[in-house]
């Protein structure tokens, strides 16, 4: 069962790249009794937890899946230094207060789908500059320019 | 000194400058305006006051059942309009309560079409290491990364614009 | 002069969701997923500042996403997608103000939400005093929103919050740019008069 879960994420995903992606594949045209074989050499509380967020994305409903897909698609394309500046923001955002938290992922996602020279605009507008402290308006805008929604033309 | 400009220039003027749309050249004249008339300047800063106030009215986030309540319906309105025959043959990929029976479908299919135990897959599960289960890890880091980003606000909270 | 990238960006952007749609009226389903992903939250919360009543706008936002659906074998891209969805919003939520005139419930900012979630405002300044005037103020515009006419209330809405420009806005009303702008002038000349007596020299002269 759990290879079907496997399966069914990296299907429904769609990845197409990848190395991490190949070896969950591989785990897939395993058998049961191997894969359980190369799981059970991690130790219990690590593979229960990889295994509980393989689970946690079978739950995501198939939009929001669509639209992760797309957007982890974009990320592998960036350098590894792009990748790593985007986690370090992603992180920073991830350790706010909620409520900032909340407001800064929300203009963030509002942002991504505006064209760019919309966008800019209302980054440098009055409104921006209330709603959100420096350290805030830095993480937006790192944010927008790491990782545009993939969906939305950026040229 | 009465304001040069006339009560609908003033008004768009105004909207544009506060929401940031105006032209840059337009802006900066705009802005040399309000230094010298003292009736713009009070309208921009009532309107940043309004648009401030209207900013703070958050709209509470959906409820979490929204979507599953909507393909309810949805279905329940196509079945009865569907001919019966049609029921059994329409396969509809991406929707929640059919999940389970694309996972049966692919269960049969992977179960038809898996390798039998050989000393090939032997190989292929030792030659997974440690080092390899890091970079799924690592990648899982990566997608709930990203999934945290798109997420909706909790219902605690609201989304926020600008 | 706009840039011809904005426009040419902005029309592509808009395709898509007509490219989405025009799968949904073959038969895709997922891509009708997409679209309610899309654009779900923005007619609820445009719904729930027309009806300041959160289950009303959501059992109206579903049934905009209803007709959306049931309406796609006949969909023609002749407009944006957003504007095609915000007509169909705009005449449900017409429908209901005009139908529930007299009955129509109010979210007092004092209530609790239906959830139990406590209406927030955002919380940047630790000054009491600062907070209970952003509240009063909030309190004001919600019920001046409130009482303004119906086409004032939908333009200022669509305006401010899904900041739409004249040009749609025109298209979702059926009228002209010159006639929303009217609209808006006229609404938010309304909104600032209602902050009057929380401006510090407040004389509660009208200021045009």
Known sequence: MKSLLLFVVISSLGFAQGRAVDLIERLNRMSPTERRRVLDRMPPARRQLLENRINNFNKIGPEARQKLRKDYEYFQQLSPEKQDEARKTLRQIADLPEDRRQAVRGTINHLRQQPPELRQRRMTSKGFEQRFSEDERKLVRDAVALLPDPATPQD | MDCILNKNEREELLLGYCTATLELDTTRTFERHIQTCEHCRELVEMQSVLDQTMLDWQAPEPDADFDRRLFAKIRWEQEQTQPWWREYLTFQLGWKPLIPIALASIALVVFLTRPFETADSNRQAEAIRAEEIEQVERALDDIEALQALNQQAVVEGAKEKL | ?208
Request: hydrophobic letters at 40%; proline letters at 2%.
């Open chain 3, 1 to 208: 002069m706009k840039s011809v990238n904005s426009n040419v960006t902005s029309v592509a952007s808009l395709e898509r969701d007509a490219e989405l749609m025009l799968r949904v009226r073959d038969g895709d389903e997922t891509s009708f997923a997409l679209l309610l992903e899309k654009h779900r939250n923005s007619v609820i919360h445009f719904l729930y500042r027309m009806v300041q009543n959160r289950a009303v706008a959501e059992e109206l936002a579903q049934e905009v996403f209803l007709r959306v659906f049931r309406s796609r074998e006949s969909y023609e891209p002749t407009a944006k997608f957003t504007t095609w969805l915000f007509r169909i919003t705009t005449h449900l939520a017409l429908n209901h103000v005009r139908d529930k005139r007299n009955e129509r419930l109010h979210d007092s900012i004092d209530e609790k939400v239906e959830d139990g979630a406590p209406r927030q405002l955002p919380d940047r300044e630790a000054n009491i005093e600062q907070k209970m005037l952003r509240q009063a103020r909030l309190g004001e515009i919600r019920q001046a929103i409130d009482i303004l006419p119906e086409k004032q209330r939908i333009a200022v809405l669509m305006h401010k919050y899904q900041e739409m420009e004249y040009s749609q806005i025109a298209a979702i009303l059926g009228c002209s740019e010159s006639a929303v702008k009217s609209l808006l002038f006229r609404a938010y000349e309304s909104l600032r008069s209602s902050l009057k007596q929380f401006s510090p020299g407040g004389s509660g002269q009208k200021v045009n």
